[in-house]
């Protein structure tokens, strides 16, 4: 802008950030890279991506999180024991980059 204006002042603003995201794979209708625009939890991951396909192993279900150190950890969530109210502690919430894997 300096060829027109003396001293340009410029504002940038942030109105989205698309690089925080989660995956979702296996047996769900629609895996893919999915954006983290809210809080996300597992429950909210399988929901939006369509729910499951016939013989998904709901019980069997983790999610794989990288820690800073670039170790991979993986955490399990059974979905039939979570919807049951069992175990509400394993519905987490999403972190960019998380990975969750439905057998």
């Known amino acids: 802008l300096k060829a027109y ?6 504002t940038v603003m942030v109105t989205q950030m698309n690089s925080r995201k989660f995956n979702i794979l296996g047996r769900v209708a629609k895996p893919g890279s999915y954006p983290l625009t809210a809080t996300t939890t597992v429950l909210d991951a399988i929901a939006l991506a369509g729910g499951f396909q016939d013989f998904a192993k709901q019980k069997d279900i983790y999610v794989l999180r990288k820690s800073a150190g670039g170790a991979e950890t993986r955490i399990p969530f059974n979905y039939k024991s979570v919807i049951k109210g069992n ?6 919430v999403l972190d960019p980059h998380d990975t969750v894997v439905v057998p």
């Open 87 to 92: 175990h509400p502690e394993e519905n987490i």
């Open 5 to 10: 204006i003396t001293h340009p002042e410029v």
